[in-house]
């Protein structure tokens, strides 16, 4: 098989990487990331530097070595060289690529990735949330996941998106921040079991899961099973430890339509049965039972960016006819 030597370019600003889509070829339209062919004799990091200046007219300091993958490709096997780098100059003018994104650990997998370049996603996983690689690894491909059996609302993008909002919140904290990864990662691998306890078997699931035994003491596993046991908005007590008030709040991404969205969501994969009307005034006694003034919901962590949703959604639940008008629109949108 025809062997093929290229150096792939991670350009990181931040907690986001550079992403780039083909616009020739037999994986026209699939993304990647940049770089090309290593030339005889040619060190990989010089090769890199020239690949990106042809390619988006830019500058790059190559700051470190990530890996290197093997692929076989259908045509010929590729050795993939990866660094991390950073710009220090330049455009980022598409010279060859239809199209760019900047992405973060929340939105890695909204695009459709080469499959070689997919192999690298555990990895950045840990680059852009500053913990352990083979713990990323691990949760990256056999935690997270088992999400995609689950509810719409509670599919993969949300397992990822508590993860992310748990990190930011994290920083605010002297925190273990491969224990906030984890509790976060895990905290509705109950759903698999029952919903209305699946905080309590998230926890029991995580304490019998002797993978993560490689990375945390019996005290900090025990930590972890606290946290996803707390995690849970109609919990009867308040979060045992700031990992557990870390994770309830990164679990209650109040946008108000898309709360209102994923009632509806939760409500039509539960009750098929009901008609619309039926779906309205579920919709409208959850939001009141849960998010308005008297609810049961409660804010944790007072760095979060929730307070000021929070009252928004309120104005609207207190708006009937406006709420109405939202329900409407999201119904038509998800029984299309």
């Not at 020739?24 to 940049?34: I, N, V």
């Not at 899961?209 to 972890?224: G, H, P, V, Y």
């Amino acid at each position: 098989m025809k062997r093929i030597e290229v150096v792939a370019a991670i350009i990181r600003d931040a907690d986001r990487i550079f992403a780039t889509q083909r616009g020739y070829g037999d994986w026209k339209d699939w993304w990647e990331f940049p770089g090309g062919k290593v030339e005889v004799g040619e060190p990989p990091e010089e090769a890199l530097v020239r690949e990106i200046r042809e390619e988006l007219d830019a500058e790059i300091n190559v700051d470190k070595y990530l890996v290197t993958i093997e692929w076989d490709y259908p045509a010929f096997h590729l050795t993939m060289h990866c660094y991390i780098c950073s710009l220090s100059g330049g455009s980022l003018h598409l010279n060859e690529h239809e199209a760019a994104r900047w992405l973060d650990y929340a939105t890695l997998r909204d695009v459709r990735w080469l499959p070689a370049d997919e192999g690298l996603l555990p990895l950045l996983a840990a680059e852009l949330l500053g913990v352990d690689a083979s713990l990323a690894v691990f949760l990256e491909t056999d935690v997270v996941p088992r999400y995609r059996a689950f509810d719409k609302a509670h599919r993969e993008d949300h397992a990822r998106s508590v993860v992310s909002r748990a990190m930011a919140l994290a920083a605010h904290y002297p925190v273990n921040r491969n224990l906030v990864y984890a509790a976060a990662a895990c905290h509705d691998l109950g759903l698999a079991v029952d919903r209305k306890t699946h905080h309590l078997e998230s926890a029991r699931i995580i304490r019998e899961m002797k993978e993560l035994e490689q990375w945390f003491s019996a005290d900090e596993l025990e930590t972890i099973a606290l946290a996803a046991e707390d995690h849970r908005a109609s919990s009867d007590h308040e979060p045992r430890s700031v990992y557990g008030r870390i994770v309830a709040e990164a679990d209650r991404l109040i946008e108000p339509e898309q709360i209102i969205r994923r009632t509806v969501q939760f409500g039509l994969a539960h009750y098929p049965d009901l008609e619309k009307e039926g779906h309205w005034r579920r919709t409208l006694a959850h939001l009141h039972e849960k998010y308005d003034y008297g609810g049961y919901l409660r804010l944790w962590i007072p760095e979060s960016p929730n307070a000021g949703r929070l009252e928004e959604l309120r104005r609207i639940i207190g708006d009937e006819k406006r709420l109405r008008r939202i329900f409407k629109r999201i119904w038509a949108e998800e029984t299309l």
